[in-house]
T-cell receptor, first 111, second 114 residues
Framework: GENVEQHPSTLSVQEGDSAVIKCTYS??????FPWYKQELGKRPQLIID?????GEKKDQRIAVTLNKTAKHFSLHITETQPEDSAVYFC??????????FGGGTRLMVKP | DSGVTQTPKHLITATGQRVTLRCSPR?????VYWYQQSLDQGLQFLIQYYNGEERAKGNILERFSAQQFPDLHSELNLSSLELGDSALYFCASSVEWGSNYGYTFGSGTRLTVV
């Protein structure tokens, strides 16, 4: 699949602040956009996903927004906590095609 | 426990050797994907199998090979190992060929080549 650009590569925020990670893609057939969180030395874990028929999805302190016209989607974490510190990967895909992952964002939440 | 089982968890071996990493997918998942993650790097896709057949290949070296068996478990074989092959190797599985439902990752095998 085509590449997914993920920005920023590193993000440092103060505890309690919000964090936003953005991904852009070019394959207009993409209709599934998951986000994975990987803590140090552990496996990537799905934290939230969105399909192209909705523009936003929320789950407690995390939310994902999708702009299909502009071909970008973002992860928003509010009221960040030290345990949110991890590497976050976005991905995109569609049925019959593999997921393509972004390069990852290292989020550091300073207490 | 994600339901995807990888063994061994850790492996230390010498350059030039050959190792086999094993992955059992989540029950009901037919697709298996292998990824390599070097220190502070992203997820590098190696190869995908679906129901026993190779479906996609990424940046997999010729020294590496894989297969998926009738019981759907998969093995990744790494030969003529070099220091640069030291990495975390993840297996992931999904219910179908494509990406419509996301992947579930195993805990990984940490390979150290000395």
């Amino acid at each position: 699949g085509e590449n997914v650009e993920q920005h920023p590569s590193t993000l440092s925020v103060q505890e309690g602040d919000s964090a936003v990670i953005k991904c852009t893609y070019s394959d207009s057939a993409s209709n599934y956009f998951p986000w994975y969180k990987q803590e140090l030395g552990k496996r990537p874990q799905l934290i939230i996903d969105i399909r192209s028929n909705v523009g936003e999805k929320k789950d407690q302190r995390i939310a994902v927004t999708l702009n299909k016209t502009a071909k970008h989607f973002s992860l928003h974490i509010t009221e960040t906590q030290p345990e949110d510190s991890a590497v976050y990967f976005c991905a995109r895909g569609h049925a019959g095609n593999m997921l393509t992952f972004g390069g990852g964002t290292r989020l550091m939440v300073k207490p | 426990d994600s339901g995807v089982t990888q063994t061994p968890k850790h492996l230390i071996t010498a350059t030039g050797q050959r190792v086999t990493l094993r992955c059992s997918p989540r029950s009901g998942d037919l697709s298996v994907y292998w990824y390599q993650q070097s220190l502070d790097q992203g997820l590098q896709f190696l190869i995908q199998y679906y129901n026993g057949e190779e479906r996609a290949k990424g940046n997999i070296l010729e020294r590496f090979s894989a297969q998926q068996f009738p019981d759907l478990h998969s093995e990744l074989n790494l030969s003529s190992l070099e220091l640069g092959d030291s990495a975390l190797y993840f297996c992931a599985s999904s219910v179908e060929w494509g990406s419509n439902y996301g992947y579930t990752f195993g805990s990984g095998t940490r390979l150290t080549v000395v």
